[in-house]
């Protein structure tokens, strides 16, 4: 079993956000996850994408062998930056 760390779009048409959920590497992008462990909205109201991440758990995923996608790498890191602001 290969867990992703990966994005599941949500929201209506031209208005995307996205679940930040951990996933079988084999399941459908919007099907069956084991856990949801943040959001993301690129379109927020406010002038910045709004991310809302739980890190504590992506990076216990990751220490237990879940492989995050690229992008949801990018959010990671980004939400690590600002946390320690």
Do not use: C, F
């Not at 995307?16 to 379109?43: C, L, T, W």
């Not at 504590?56 to 220490?63: E, L, S």
């Amino acid at each position: 079993m290969a867990l992703k760390i990966r994005l599941q779009r949500q929201g209506r048409v031209h208005s995307p956000s996205y679940r930040v959920v951990v996933a079988e590497s084999s399941s459908r992008r919007d099907g069956k996850y084991v856990e949801k462990i943040g959001v993301y909205e690129p379109q927020a109201k406010g002038k910045s994408p709004e991310l809302s991440l739980d890190i504590d758990r992506a990076t216990y995923w990751v220490g237990v062998g879940a492989k995050a996608t690229d992008t949801v790498a990018r959010l990671i890191n980004k939400a690590k930056t600002a946390a320690r602001k």
